[in-house]
């Protein structure tokens, strides 16, 4: 069987979690099937774990062109090479229109990975301008003439039915995502952390992720203010999608620092050890999402071994064991798509009490992250995810 995979991010070039999805589905699969995968970016290896791998820029023409209308003429590009599939696999609505386009071109089966929904991220008209309308109708249309669409979540396969009633139950299944726990596992060493001007003695708080408005920044910089002085509070931050989120988070983590102290900032992708170094020293892994279909970030703070407080939203509940691994925060949200509490105080002033009774029990935060270990090795290898998503592909040849 060959199988071609289109994906935006693919190594180096990942910043989010499709992208490691991408990658660790395309390690395992690669050695069971003639997999070709076609990723956005500069050119980089052709050979990834036996997988064949073709790179795509932007069209020369389309340089100063709107984001969307760039991404349509990368997918474009790939349409001719995908011929000789028997099977296409997108993943993200920046490569599902490649594999839409090619399922007709070429008469193959288009199956596609639900990693987020648009209708749920409405902030990002703020990003894309007209832009936004272009990808809405790339997913809406891509999502309804699949062959398959694979959610990451149970939550996620809910949001995708309900944002487009359209699409048949029948061809929407749950796989969810994996963690390569062999990779993803403790560091007691220190040296990263000092580097980073963490304090390894002193209990820490801390944020691995993108600043989107998905993500809840803001939510946990307000809840942080309520933590004891003892407490770092480690943001591993990405840049801002916007620069109005930019200057809320500037002035939050400003007044933040002026209030307790004790808040370390680092603003850029660190190397994968250098997480795993901070993630293995953390009294608690905070994710305040208010949108999160699966969250691989929190299977990663587990498989290092912290305890997870996180927003009981989209599929993180089929992740974190509430009181066993970790705390749920529970999370009214306003049914717009934007996600927002409807009491963003109340959420504030629960994330802010879950994390405090961790960091005040530090044996309860330590045996939390032993069973978010144990749950991770058992409950999300990539083995299994491997051939759960075969039984996808053959079940539309």
């Known amino acids: 069987m060959r199988v071609d995979i289109v994906t935006k991010e693919f190594p180096p070039e990942i910043y989010g979690g499709a992208g490691v999805h991408v990658a660790e589905l395309s390690r395992v699969l690669a050695p069971q099937v003639d997999l070709r995968v076609h990723a956005f970016g500069a050119a980089r290896p052709e050979d990834y774990h036996g997988a064949s791998v073709r790179s795509y820029g932007v069209p020369e023409g ?7 209308v760039q991404t ?3 997918d474009l590009q790939m349409l001719d090479a995908i011929g000789g599939a028997d099977l296409v696999h997108s993943h993200t609505w920046y490569a599902n229109m490649a594999g839409h386009l090619a399922s007709l071109l070429h008469g193959i089966p288009h199956v596609l990975s639900a990693h987020s929904l648009e209708p749920l ?3 990002k008209a703020e990003q894309l301008g007209g832009g936004y309308a272009l990808s809405s109708w790339v997913e809406k249309t891509s999502y309804e003439a699949a062959a398959a669409v694979i959610a990451v979540s ?5 949001d995708i039915l309900r944002s487009y009633p359209d699409v048949d139950p029948g ?3 749950v796989v969810h995502n994996g963690i390569d726990v062999a990779q993803w596992s403790r560091d007691e060493d220190d040296d990263a952390l000092r580097a980073h001007g963490i304090d390894p003695d002193r209990p820490s708080v801390v944020f691995v992720g993108r600043n989107t408005r998905q993500k809840g920044v803001p939510y946990l910089l307000r809840a942080a203010a309520h933590l004891p002085a003892d407490v770092q509070l480690v943001l591993c931050l990405g840049a801002a999608d916007t620069p109005e989120l930019a200057a809320e988070t ?6 933040l620092r002026e209030r307790r102290g004790s808040v370390v900032l680092i603003e850029k992708m660190l190397p994968r050890r250098e997480v795993i170094q901070i993630l293995s020293h953390a009294t608690v892994f905070a994710c305040p999402s208010i949108y999160e279909p699966l969250g691989i970030v929190n299977l990663e703070a587990m498989a290092c071994g912290a305890a997870v407080v996180a927003s009981a939203t989209g599929g993180i509940p089929e992740v974190i064991d509430d009181g066993v691994t970790g705390t749920l925060v529970p999370l009214e949200q306003v049914q717009d798509g934007t996600g927002t509490p409807l009491d963003p105080e109340k959420f504030v002033a629960d994330f802010a009490a879950a994390l405090n009774a961790l960091v005040e029990d530090p044996a309860r935060a330590t045996a939390m992250g032993a069973a978010g270990r144990e749950r991770a090795e058992r409950h999300f290898d990539w083995g299994s995810i491997a051939e759960t998503t075969l039984g996808v592909y053959r079940s539309v040849l």
């Open 171 to 173: 061809k929407v299944h």
């Open 154 to 158: 149970a939550g996620m396969r809910a």
């Open 121 to 123: 991220r409405p902030w």
């Open 62 to 68: 389309l340089a100063g062109a709107n984001a969307a």
């Open 250 to 255: 500037e002035v939050l983590i400003s007044d």
């Open 72 to 74: 349509l003429g990368t």
